[in-house]
């Protein structure tokens, strides 16, 4: 059931738009609006705009966009209504009983409920004889008892179908277990995902146990660790292994692990503010969620080249989460389990208190291999750190590193500067390019929402624009109705959204975000802002909307005029309704 517009009102009066986004990112105020970096994809520059007067956003980058309901649909990946739901709790506000269908509720609930089933099982296992290879593993890396209990490991025994007729038995089906990940599919065949595997339960901030990794016992397998697909619960860019824990810590930062093993090491060696990555580099989701809790963060990744490379991508996306990185450098170890083995916890806190900072780690890197004592070595290093003092975004960190490249290079600093200001000057505009370049060809090549734009590219045009005239004037409703039918829309999604509008204005309804919200995607919600958005760059006159329809009713003639030879089935067939309809009207 639809919810009341009263009560959306509410929702969004109690839970102001800047308030609620300022909670996950780093906002700046620009005149009477705000600005910030979009959540929802990396980018050097903010593009994203926060409209206190209307309550929305939108982001010139990727498209996202809508009013606070939509908003948290995309940060805490959740349906319609749990966000009203969410953003009514927040607020201290009562869901409409009569209207809230819970049913999406339920499924999340019910896969929540399967996965801490399951997570028993396992731990059941790992506690039985069936288990013992299991334990042993895990003792062999030196895990207390204690620590096992904690985290609920557990073990996943050999044999494709122990799980699906436990949790049978516990009342869920089959097609509920492959839905939550718990099942994998061969043809017709269900069978077990987890198969001799040391379990490690993924839980959120809540509490909910949402996923699942497992630690093969296979020496020759090809993959040591295989995690759980994503599913209405899990979303794997969205979350942190360990933060269930992390989140309470009292330290400023948290140590960034590459792995499972790494993070309870940490934590057992009394670090509890470690936390990894679900089986991906990092995201700029849990660059964000990092940024809900600390102010810092140490990056703990192998010394390898890949390793080295995720190094950059996190001090990156740190960075632009507002999120100070430092890198840890471990010495005679490859990783904080070994060292705390060989050193101790507390040889590893002072390493953890003696850590550089991002900007020292790459700058570090710059000066590797160079000879700095002959001039092509000064040159060498030269061509490496103005692109480098270029990207820093912080005037006084990057007056320091000029100075510093000035008295390693021999150059004055006022020359550097003024090279770093000409690259600076040319990435801008770089990078204005590449992001039209990408905005063009992602439209030109594919278009997720609205597909049929790319074979009607003047028509869905027009259609936008009367969309937008129809948000911005109501009241001309009657005038497009008058020579335009809803199949005069060629591009289903304009053509559904239109209907949408239309409807809405007949009822008398309103056309607010939140409205919106209900009845189309937070993907599509975004679409629709864009539209609007793009609508206000030219003015609203009555020209401008006959121009728009003139396209349709175009394209509408020309479509008409193909002989019955020309036609696909599909307009053979609409020609024969719309023939229908015009003698039904005469008659």
Partial sequence: MRLPDEFLDAIRMSNDIVSVMSSYVNTKRTGRDYVCSCPFHSEKTPSCHIYSESQSFYCFGCGAGGDVITFIRLIERLDYLESVKFLAQRAGLSMPE????????????RLLEMNREAARYFRDVLLSPEGKEG??????????PNTIRKYGLGFAPEGWHNLQYYLRQKGYTDDEMEEGALLARNNNSRYDKFRRRVMFPIID????????????????????????DETLVFQKRDNLFSLNFAKNTKEKCFILCEGYMDVIALNQAGFDNAVATLGTAITPSQANLMKRYVSEAVISYDSDSAG????????????EAGVLARVLKIPDAKDPDEYIKKFGAESFRQLLSATETALDYEYGKLKSGIDLSVPSGKSEFLKKAIPFLAEIRSDTERTVYTSETARLSGEQSSVIAALVKDKMKYNRYSDRRAEEKKLISGAVKRDPINPDAAAFPAEEKAERGIIAFLFHSPDRLSGVEAK??????PTEFNRRLYIFIKNRIKSGESLDISAIGGEFSAEEVGRIIGICRQGDMLPYSVGRLEEYIGVLLKHKEAKNSKSAAEMTD???LQRVEEMKKKRQSKG
Avoid at 135 to 144: A, S
Avoid at 309 to 314: N, Y
Avoid at 484 to 489: K, Y
């Fill in 135 to 144: 334990m042993d593993y895990l003792i062999g890396r030196q895990l207390t």
């Fill in 484 to 489: 335009l039918s809803d199949e005069d829309f």
């Fill in 570 to 572: 599909e307009e053979l």
């Fill in 205 to 228: 901030r809540r509490g909910n146990v949402i996923a699942f990794g497992g630690r093969t016992l296979e020496k020759d397998a090809p993959a040591k660790y295989l995690n759980s």
């Fill in 98 to 109: 009569d209207s809230y269908n819970d049913s999406g509720a339920n499924k999340r609930v």
């Fill in 308 to 319: 080295q490379k995720a190094t950059v991508k996190a001090i990156n996306l740190l960075g």
